[in-house]
C-alpha cells in the first residue's frame, strides 16, 4: 500500500464519506482565487472534511506518522498560492466545521469553529448588537483569516486578526491539541504561541478554533466619499486624517481607473472616473457629526472636489458593495483577461510617493491596473489585468514585482495582508534578512521536523548562516 | 582561568570600565523591586553596561562561546523574579542604551534604544503633540516593558506592549542581530517574532531597539471620579462601560482599603475610604462631554455617591500620581511591612465574582491587602502588606496563590502584565495545559539550544509528554 492508501484506510472509518480523491475535488483543492501554480500536478492526493478538533487531530497525527503533507483549506480564498500542494499530501478541508460554540456579549468575545465566515458570524452577532471587526472582503473563514493574518477595510480602526484574535485551538505537528490565549483581554504568561500561528499559513500548527474579539456595533455610521483630481490630493488627505488621530472607521482609496471600473460595474451614479476615498465614521451621533466636520475641512484643505456624506443605510450600503465589488469590477473591465493582485505596504509617510511611482510603473507596463488601498494602513493593492496573450502573464508578474520592490525601497512590506504563500518568497530574505529567516526556520524545524505541515509554503529555502 | 575570567577579558577592551564584578554591583543587578529569590547566591558573577546593539552582539557572542549564562537588565522594576540570576553568569545592563535615534511624527512611530524610558520617551515627544502609551508606572525601560509584555493605565484604551511595538532589534542566542517587523502599521510576511519576542523575558533573544507605535495627544483630557459603597458597584460599573464600548481613556480601581492608603499618603482631601473608579477620558471637547454624561449615568446606574469630572490639570494630575503612588501608599500604611503584589486577570464577565472572592479571602487570611485594578482589561494587584513576622511571607503568598487560583478557576490568567519570572512557574502547567508548554519548550531549545538566555526564567520544567 501506498502511503496514501494507508492513510486513507486508517481515516476513512473515522470520517466515512468525508473523504475524496475524486480529480475534480481535488483539483478544487489546489488553489485559492489568486496564484496558481504553474504545475497542474501541485494537487493533494485525497481530501479530507473534518468537522471536529479531534478529527483533525487524527488526521495530522496519521499524516505525522505516514510522512504526509497536511495543507489545511478553508474558504478557499487565498491569494499567493497558499493551498498549492507542493508534495501532494491530504488537503485539509475545514470547511464543514463552522459551529459558533460559545458567544460572550458581556465579554465582547466568542468562540468559533475555524470554517466560520465573517459573513455568518456577524449575521449571528447582530442581535447582540456587537460584530467581528476583521473583513477581509469574500467568503473567507476565520481560520484562514488566521493563517494569513487577514485584515480589510476596518483595520485602520479595529486592528488585523493579531489584534482580534484572543485565543486558538490548534493542532501541532504531532496531532496534539493545544489551546493558547483565552478569554481575557490581556496576559502576559509565556511566548505569545496566538501571535506565532497567526500568519503561520498552515505552517506551524491547523488551527482549528477561534477565541475572537467582538465590538459594540457603532451607535451610528456615516458613509461619505470625495473626489480628487490628483492622486497625490486623496493620497494627502488619507495620510492627514491617520496623523490627525481621527478615529476612522473606513478609509479606502480608488484610483480613477479603479472608479471607471467600479461605475461601470456598481452603477455608481453622480461620480467620476477621479481619484476617490471612500470612509466610514463610527461613533456616537454628536461624535459622528463632529468628525464629519472635521473628514468635511481636511478634504477641503488637500482641493477636494466633492465631499459628500450620508446616513442613510442604503447609500452607505450601495458605496461599499461597490468597493467590495472592485476586484469584480476589474474583471469586468476588459473582457478575457484575469486578475493579478498586488499587495503592498508602507510607512504612512510614503504612501503619496508609494501611490505616485506605482502609477508611473503601471502606465510604463502598458498594462491596465487600478489600484484599490487601505491608505489609512498604508497598504494598497493594484489589480494588474493579465492580458490573454502569450507573454501576458510574465508582464504582469514583472510589473507586480516592480511595485513590491518599490514599496522595500520605501521602507515597506511585501505583504499588508495576502500573506507569502509561494508567490512572495523570494521576497523573503530582502524583506527580512537571512538571519532573521534563519530564526523563522528554526521554529518551523522544532515545531515541524518532519515538515508535514504546508511544506513548500512561506518560507524560502534557508541560506547557510 | 575560568569561562568568567575569559568573558571579561574578551569583553573588557571593547566595553573599558563599563564591566563590574564589585559585590554590591552585582547585587543590585540579582534582583528588581519584588519577588526576591531566598537563595542569596543568586546573583550575577559580573555585570556589563552595553551601550550599542553591536555590544551587545559581542557580549551575548561570548556567552554563547562559553555556555555563560546572560540576563538582560532594564530598569531593574520587574515584579517576579526575572533578574535573579538562577545560575550565575552576566548581567547584561541596557540602562546606558539610552537613545532616541528616529522619530517619525508622521508615521506615528519612532526608533529607541532599549533602555529609555517612557518617561524620557513622552518628555521628547510632547513637542510633536504625541505620546507612547503604554503605562506601567515605575521608571521601566522600553526593553523591559518589551520583555514582559507590561500594559498599566491606558491598556483599555491603547493596548498593551503587544499592541504598541511596531518592530524590534534583537541579538539571538548565537549572537546574530535580527531586525523584526518595521515601520508599517502592519504587515503578512512571516512569523511574527516581534510577538514572539514580547513576553519572552529574555530567554529568546535581547531586544536592543524598539520601533514604538506612538498615539496623538488628545485633544482633551478630562478627569474624573466615582466612590461607592460596595465593590460589587463599582466593578459593575466598570464592567458597564466596557461593555457599552464606551472608548475610555483609562479606568482604575481602587478598594476602600487602598483608599484609605491613598488618602493618608497623598493628602486626597474629600476623599472617604470607599471603593473608587479613577476614569480619565480622552476625545474632542464635544466627544469629552459626550462621554462624560454616559459615564455619569452608568456611574449613577450602579449606585454611585459622588461622581466628579475635572478638566483641571493640575486635578488630574494630583489623582492620577495618587493613583501612581498606590504602591508607595500601601508601604507607608503599615510601617515595617514589604509588600508582596499580585497580579491576574479575568474575562471581564468574571471580574464582580473575582473581586468579591478575592476580598473575602484577605479578610481570611488576617492580612492587609489593598486591591488596585486596571478593571477595565480584567486585570487587577493586590498588594499584599508582609507582616515582619517569621511566618509572614509564607501567609501572604498563600494568599497570593489562593487568589491566582481564583483567577484561574474563573477563566482567566496567572497574569496580566508582570510575566512569570520565577515566581508563578508552578501556575504555567495549569494555565497552559502540558502541550502547549512542550511547544514553548520546543521554541526555546531551538532559539536557545545551549540555554544561556536568562536560564531558568519563565519556563517551567518539562514534564515529557
Known amino acids: 500500500m501506498t502511503a496514501i492508501e494507508t492513510f486513507i484506510a486508517r481515516i476513512q472509518p473515522l470520517v466515512g464519506n468525508r473523504i475524496s480523491t475524486n480529480a475534480t475535488v481535488r483539483q478544487h483543492h489546489a488553489h485559492g482565487e489568486g496564484w496558481q501554480s504553474p504545475d497542474p500536478a501541485a494537487q493533494p492526493d485525497v481530501v479530507v472534511f473534518a468537522r471536529t478538533t479531534e478529527e483533525v487531530a487524527a488526521i495530522v497525527s496519521a499524516c505525522h506518522d505516514l510522512y504526509l503533507p497536511v495543507i489545511p483549506f478553508g474558504g478557499g480564498t487565498s491569494l499567493e498560492g497558499q493551498l498549492t500542494a507542493t508534495k501532494g499530501g491530504v488537503s485539509l478541508d475545514l470547511s464543514q466545521m463552522n459551529a459558533i460554540p460559545e458567544i460572550r456579549p458581556q465579554d465582547l468575545s466568542c468562540r468559533v469553529q475555524a470554517g ?48 482580534n484574535v484572543l485565543g486558538l485551538t490548534a493542532v501541532m505537528a504531532d496531532g496534539k491539541i493545544i489551546q493558547t490565549g483565552g478569554n481575557v483581554r490581556k496576559s502576559a504568561t509565556g511566548y505569545d504561541l496566538t501571535g506565532l500561528l497567526i500568519g503561520s499559513e498552515g505552517t506551524l500548527g491547523i488551527i482549528t478554533e477561534i477565541q475572537a474579539r467582538l465590538h459594540p456595533l457603532p451607535e451610528t455610521i456615516l458613509g461619505a466619499t470625495c473626489q480628487f483630481s490628483t492622486l497625490a490630493d486623496a493620497v494627502d488627505t488619507a495620510t492627514s486624517i491617520i496623523q490627525a488621530g481621527l478615529p476612522i472607521g473606513r478609509l479606502e482609496l480608488l484610483d480613477d481607473v479603479q472608479m471607471d471600473a467600479c461605475i461601470r460595474y456598481s452603477s455608481l451614479e453622480g461620480y467620476r472616473p477621479l ?180 511544506p513548500g509554503m512561506l518560507l524560502p529555502a534557508a541560506v547557510s548562516p
Open 116 to 163: 466560520v465566515t465573517r459573513q455568518q458570524l456577524n449575521g449571528l452577532l447582530r442581535s447582540d448588537g456587537l460584530f467581528f471587526a476583521v473583513d477581509p472582503g469574500g467568503e473567507a473563514t476565520l481560520g484562514g483569516m488566521c493563517a494569513t493574518r487577514a485584515s480589510g477595510t476596518g483595520a485602520v480602526r479595529y486592528g488585523t486578526m493579531r489584534e
Open 275 to 454: 481619484p476617490t476615498l471612500f470612509f466610514e465614521l463610527h461613533a456616537s451621533p454628536a461624535s459622528v457629526t463632529e468628525q464629519a466636520d472635521l473628514l468635511r475641512e481636511i478634504t477641503e484643505y488637500h482641493n477636494g472636489l466633492s465631499f459628500r456624506a450620508s446616513a442613510s443605510p442604503e447609500e452607505r450600503t450601495r458605496l461599499w458593495k461597490a468597493r467590495h465589488d472592485a476586484f469584480w469590477a476589474c474583471m469586468a473591465y476588459r473582457q478575457g483577461h484575469k486578475g493579478m493582485t498586488t499587495d503592498a505596504v508602507v510607512p504612512i509617510s510614503a504612501m503619496t510617493d508609494m501611490i505616485t511611482l506605482a502609477k508611473q510603473d503601471i502606465e510604463e507596463s502598458g498594462l491596465v491596473a487600478p489600484i484599490v488601498g487601505h491608505v489609512g494602513d498604508g497598504n494598497f493593492h493594484t489589480v494588474i489585468l493579465i492580458p490573454p496573450e502569450p507573454d501576458g502573464w510574465a508582464r504582469a508578474q514583472a510589473l507586480d514585482h516592480k511595485i513590491i520592490q518599490r514599496a522595500l525601497d520605501l521602507g515597506g512590506s511585501i505583504s499588508g495582508e495576502h500573506g507569502i504563500g509561494i508567490a512572495k518568497q523570494m521576497f523573503m530574505h530582502n524583506q527580512h534578512g537571512n538571519d532573521a529567516i534563519m530564526v523563522m526556520h528554526a521554529i518551523k524545524r522544532a515545531l515541524d521536523p518532519r515538515n508535514i505541515l504546508n
